[in-house]
């Protein structure tokens, strides 16, 4: 039995250390914080989009998002900075920018997300999650724009009969989900997938850690701040904490937007950058007429999800850098939005609003499994999809430890060269 330490309390350290002790490994998790999840897994989208996967860096993106910046309500803000890091990003990002790196990056992707569905079953039923808010209405995402409506429908009628997505004009959008008659906007069409589920993601590791701490195999939760690595022989031997040096035989830096200052310590860059996210939770009352399937605002951005007896209302990219404040002018924005696509969904004057870094990517993919260093291994850079991929990024970088080949297709997922 190995003795593995997990580096993140959020929603993928939590799945990874279940995956680690479900195959025996004797498992520590190290949080800097005194709970659970209180990073990007807090108050998230809530869907979990294991079909709609296709990477921010697209070859149109660039261009719109020219026009994003100069819309005060746009769902893209940039603030430049004086950082190298910043401006290599950027750049990166730019490059995966086009149509067949897109187009690569959406398949490998789509093979995750398949992966992670059946991952977040096997999960769901060992752990016995409940409370959750688990429902699975589907995905409906609504255009606005004739053009790119018909783009999509097009693109989708070229795939192979029989998958779960169809293509829904205006009128069978509302059919499906009528909250939507009330909707300022005219809606060209929308794309509807079966089977995309939604709940709530900072609950189920509220579960995830009850549940680990029941597990035989778990040797508790450390309250620390990881600080880096003592090395031995090309080895990582100990996690430097401020609880003092955690020894253990395999490490994982699943620790979200902080792991790349911890992977620097042991001589990794990691092209990770935050991606700042707000979201807005609604009380639903009895007189209310919240949407009943998850619903995509493709031109604006703004996913809608019904949670329990709250709707849940995120949306936004800010490359900000690491600021956390709640800016006021986007919380407006966002109330305006719900407002006219959803009036009577919910009380949005009771509406709770937050706001969370996703730890990106330049081309959307998470990187997974080596490090460089023999027995340090990652799971970071999930980006917006991190309650999606977690279940499956999860049991990948279990099954990579414990030898055995990953069960998903690496190519695109693992550390760039430098």
Avoid at 236 to 244: E, H, I, M, Q, T
Wanted: proline share 6%; glycine share 10%.
């Amino acid at each position: 039995m190995k003795h593995c330490v997990v580096i993140g309390g959020g929603v993928v350290g939590l799945t990874t250390a279940w995956s680690l002790a479900e195959r025996g490994h004797a498992v520590t998790l190290v949080e800097r914080e005194a709970e659970v999840a209180t990073g990007a897994s807090r108050a998230n989208g809530g869907q979990l989009s294991y079909r709609y996967v296709s990477p921010l860096a697209d070859e149109g993106v660039p261009l719109k998002a020219l026009r994003w910046l100069l819309d005060p309500d746009g769902p893209l803000r940039f603030k430049p900075e004086f950082s190298l890091h910043q401006w290599s990003w950027l750049f990166a990002f730019l490059r995966a920018c086009r149509g067949p790196v897109n187009q690569r990056m959406t398949a490998r992707l789509l093979e995750l997300g398949a992966y992670s569905q059946a991952a977040f079953g096997k999960l769901n039923e060992a752990a016995r999650l409940e409370c959750i808010s688990l429902r699975t209405p589907g995905k409906l995402v609504v255009y606005r724009k004739p053009a790119e409506f018909a783009r999509v429908a097009a693109k989708l009628q070229r795939r192979p009969a029989g998958g779960p997505e169809r293509a829904l004009s205006h009128d069978e959008c509302v059919a499906l989900e009528p909250a939507l008659e009330s909707t300022e906007a005219t809606l060209a069409g929308g794309i509807f997938t079966e089977g995309e589920a939604v709940a709530d993601c900072y609950k189920l590791c509220l579960q995830l850690a009850k549940a680990l701490r029941e597990h035989g195999n778990f040797r508790g939760f450390v309250t620390a701040e990881a600080q880096g690595f003592v090395q031995r022989q090309g080895r990582v031997v100990a996690l430097k904490s401020s609880a003092g040096e955690i020894a253990a035989d395999e490490f994982v830096i699943a620790a979200g937007l902080q792991s790349r200052a911890l992977a620097q310590t042991a001589g990794i860059e990691l092209p990770i950058y935050p991606l700042k996210g707000y979201s807005l939770t609604a009380p639903i009352a009895a007189a209310h007429r919240p949407p009943v399937v998850s619903v995509t605002d493709f031109e604006k951005k703004i996913l809608y999800a019904r949670i329990g007896e709250q709707l849940r209302v995120a949306a936004m990219v800010d490359l900000v850098g690491d600021d956390l404040r709640l800016d006021p002018q986007r919380i407006a924005s966002l109330q305006r939005a719900v407002r006219a696509t959803f009036p009577q969904a919910a009380d949005y004057d009771q509406a709770v609003a937050w706001a969370g870094l996703r730890p990106a990517t330049p081309s959307g993919a998470p990187i997974l499994g080596a490090s460089g260093l023999p027995n340090l291994w990652l799971n970071v850079g999930h980006g917006a999809l991190g309650f999606t991929f977690s279940f499956g990024t999860a049991e990948i970088v279990a099954e990579l430890i414990a030898g055995r080949a990953s069960p998903v297709a690496l190519d695109g997922l693992r550390l760039p060269q430098s």
